[in-house]
Nanobody
Framework: QVQVAESGGGLVQAGGSLRLSCTAS?????MAWFRQAPGTGREGVSC????????YYAPVVKGRFTVSRDNDKGTVALQMDSLKPEETTMYYC????????????????????WGQGTQVTVSS
């Protein structure tokens, strides 16, 4: 039914930038980015509502990452600047079923649809 797919990961040096993209076919709703943080479970990075009014960032990435969406193209992007080696991990795109970001936007249980992930590697 609903298929989520992310892309754009790769290898970048510390301080560099990457731009991830995500599509969610068959659904137009709030979208979120997660990553598997070292030593912890999957953590929320950002969430953006359908109309971009609902917008959230994890404090650790605020000011460096920018989430945006193009509803005409059906895509969501995560621009990641000033990347750090400790941010080397898998990044995942997730889709909610509501237009606005869930109140528990950083909880994995708030999103029924997930992509397979894209690997981001930041070298020092």
């Amino acid at each position: 039914q609903v298929q989520v797919a992310e892309s754009g990961g790769g290898l970048v040096q510390a301080g560099g930038s990457l731009r991830l993209s995500c599509t969610a076919s068959g659904l137009s709703a709030a979208m979120a980015w997660f990553r598997q943080a070292p030593g912890t479970g999957r953590e929320g990075v950002s969430c953006i509502g359908r109309n971009s009014v609902s917008l959230y960032y994890a404090p650790v990435v605020k000011g460096r990452f920018t989430v945006s969406r193009d509803n005409d193209k059906g895509t969501v992007a995560l621009q990641m600047d000033s990347l750090k080696p400790e941010e080397t991990t898998m990044y995942y795109c997730a889709a909610a079923t509501t237009f606005s970001c869930p109140s528990t936007w950083s909880a994995t249980t708030s999103y029924p649809y997930w992509g397979q992930g894209t690997q981001v590697t930041v070298s020092s």
